[in-house]
């Protein structure tokens, strides 16, 4: 079983995920207001007198919410017995709170030595900056990828997501299962801790070691890829379309379906081309100019070059190929009724038997408060149990 005490997007991303792999979650809120996202909109959905985020129904799906006022004896009291029961506990509170509360990682462990603790921060958790509070936005400019990210280096740029919450929510998903494994030989818990800072610089790749093995700075050069050229995004006549040419093969039968001279000087290799890239992307999208994009999907495909239109959000959900992944999955909402939300990531089948998967049966993001009474009443009949042993 997971207490999710996070509130916003990484921490509840990350117990959302352990939720989708099968986890019993139980969100901890704020009584009357619950998590911050609750209030996050527009848009919001529903009858008047209860509005729903969007954003809430985003990163909350198959949980349980009980309130409690994690201040009061009750709270503290209730709270206290969900952790005994727990396997692992996620929060996202700034350093130093959940202490404050009465709930160190030294408390935590006295109460369930079993417990896994799950600490996602903005900055870390120590060092000279580790008690900031953590924006997403504001860890994509302090951690380098809005520099990376736009049409120029004059235009530092944000992703189109909050990716910061969500990588960090996906590094202590992975850190919880990797110390729930480690449990199994040890029978003890650990502390699991990340953060936005460290997983946006985790992902930096190969535009990090661009600076640290060659000294380089990298800028911003819009949809075009700074090491592979031709790589990114090109104008036909009626829109845009993507290509990877990634291969001296694939770049002579790319040359050579637009009629340009594979050996010409500028192009003869990836590294002049990637310094002639502008004389490059002109003479691509010269020849694009000349027809439409599907008509160039269908010639590039054709040849066996990677490419792809630009969808909208809505055109991939309405995607055939998405719905065949299950990355749009029903649920029955109490308040909505039948609603579409992002799937699961990750399938499972029998190695032995590819049919025996089976698309997951999620369970809708809660109303605020909805299990205070089934939680209570679940906690009645484990209270004495081993710690942990409930979950």
């Not at 990750?346 to 190695?351: E, G, K, T």
């Amino acid at each position: 079983m997971v207490v999710d005490l996070s509130r916003a997007l990484a921490g509840p991303h990350a117990a959302m995920l352990l939720g989708d792999l099968g986890a019993r979650v139980i969100k901890v809120e704020q009584p009357g207001t619950g998590d911050d996202t609750r209030s996050w909109g527009p848009p919001f959905v529903g009858p008047d007198d209860e509005r729903i985020s969007t954003y809430f129904l985003s990163c909350n799906r198959n949980k349980e919410s009980i309130e409690l006022d994690l201040k009061s004896d009750d709270g503290a009291s209730v709270l206290t017995r969900l952790v005994r029961a727990a396997d692992v506990l996620v929060e996202n509170f700034r350093p130093g709170v959940l202490d404050r509360l009465g709930f160190s990682a030294e408390r935590l462990a006295e109460l369930n030595p079993r417990l896994v603790l799950c600490s996602i921060s903005g900055f870390g958790h120590d060092g000279p900056e580790g008690g900031r509070a953590g924006y997403d936005q504001i860890a994509q400019g302090e951690a380098g990828l809005m520099s990376l990210t736009g049409p120029s280096p004059a235009e530092p740029t944000k992703v189109g997501v909050p990716i910061g919450d969500l990588l960090a929510g996906m590094n202590g998903a992975q850190g919880v299962l990797s110390a729930l494994y480690e449990r199994e030989r040890t029978g003890r818990g650990r502390v699991v801790r990340t953060s936005l800072l460290s997983s946006i610089v985790g992902v930096h790749a190969f535009q990090g070691t661009r600076w640290t093995v060659a000294g380089e700075v990298p800028q911003a050069i819009g949809n075009h890829h700074p090491s592979i050229a031709p790589y990114g995004a090109y104008t036909c006549a009626d829109g845009m379309l993507q290509v990877a040419v990634a291969s001296q093969g694939q770049w002579s039968k790319f040359a050579g379906l637009l009629g340009i001279a594979a050996d010409d000087p500028r192009f003869a290799d990836n590294a002049s081309r990637v310094a002639n890239r502008p004389a490059l992307n002109e003479a691509v999208e010269a020849v694009l100019a000349t027809a439409d994009r599907d008509t160039w999907l269908e010639r590039i495909g054709a040849i066996g070059i990677p490419c792809g239109a630009i969808r909208t959000v809505d055109q991939v959900y309405e995607w055939d190929q998405a719905r065949s992944q299950h990355l749009v999955t029903e649920v029955e909402h109490p308040v909505l009724g039948g609603i579409e939300l992002p799937g699961s990531a990750v399938r499972f089948s029998d190695p032995a038997d590819p049919s025996s998967e089976t698309p997951p049966d999620h369970r809708p993001p809660p109303r605020l408060g909805e299990h205070n009474d089934s939680v209570r009443a679940w906690l009645d009949g484990v209270d004495g149990a081993a710690p942990g042993a409930a979950g």
